[in-house]
């Protein structure tokens, strides 16, 4: 079964700086990659997913990521951060369970809070 | 287009009573179907996770129950509800394959 190991509890950084959020999976034959963002008291919107192609994946708000095999990572990056990015980042990989069933595991999430 | 429904939104219940959280899902079907529970610091923790009607993994043991009776709607019981059964309760669907998952906005959970 796959896991996810998100690095950083907590991160946090001053407006207008770059941010870069660490995710490390476990390996597997076939990576099916994501980031979510979670607002206090909301559920989880999909901020990006590599799922086959390039590696480099953008996503809304400006964020990206990029899925590094030999690494087993898949960090997320934004070059200038708002206000309003602070939230709680997750990172997630799709375990095949079997025929086209597959599981979502998450990683315990990084705060990411934005200081003026 | 698909839509995720989840409620209560939030819900406070004494120790020993019972729990019925509901979940639905709209425009689309034979969706897998998920229960998350996230608690501070933990991330989110898959609790039962559906591929059918009538279908339902569990992934942890635990208080917990959950029942799928018809194909858009998963349902997560308890009898007797424990003070560690407090938390945030995430409903998600996805279809078969390894695409995205489309949550509900959550029902927090407060057992006292």
């Known amino acids: 079964a796959q896991s996810v190991t998100q690095l950083d509890s907590q991160v946090p950084v001053f407006e207008e700086a770059p941010v870069e959020l660490r995710c490390n999976y476990s390996?597997?034959?076939?990576?099916?990659l994501f980031w979510y963002v979670q607002y206090p008291n909301q559920g989880l919107q999909l901020l990006l997913k590599y799922l086959s192609g390039s590696t480099l994946v953008k996503g809304i708000n400006g964020f990206e990521a990029e899925f590094n095999k030999s690494q087993t990572s898949f960090h997320l990056r934004k070059p200038s951060v708002h206000i309003s990015d602070t939230a709680e980042y997750f990172c997630?990989?799709?375990?095949?369970?079997?025929?086209?069933?597959?599981?979502?595991?998450f990683g315990k999430g990084t705060l990411l809070t934005v200081n003026p | 287009s698909q839509t995720i429904h989840q409620w209560p939104a939030t819900l406070v219940q004494p120790v020993g009573s019972p729990l019925s959280l509901e979940c639905t899902v709209e425009?689309?079907?034979?969706?897998?179907l998920y229960w998350y529970r996230q608690a501070a610091g933990r991330g989110l923790q898959l609790l039962f996770y559906?591929?059918?009607?009538?279908?339902i993994s569990s992934e942890v043991p635990q208080n917990l129950s959950a029942s799928r009776p018809q194909d858009r709607q998963f349902i997560l019981s308890s009898k007797k509800l424990l003070l560690s059964d407090s938390g945030f309760y995430l409903c998600?669907?996805?279809?078969?394959?390894?695409?995205?998952?489309?949550f509900g906005q959550g029902t927090r959970l407060t057992v006292v």
């Open positions: 390996s597997s034959v076939s990576v099916y």
């Open positions: 425009g689309t079907s034979n969706p897998n």
């Open positions: 559906s591929v059918g009607i009538g279908q």
């Open positions: 997630a990989v799709n375990d095949k369970r079997g025929g086209s069933n597959y599981k979502l595991t």
């Open positions: 998600a669907w996805s279809s078969k394959g390894p695409g995205k998952a489309f």
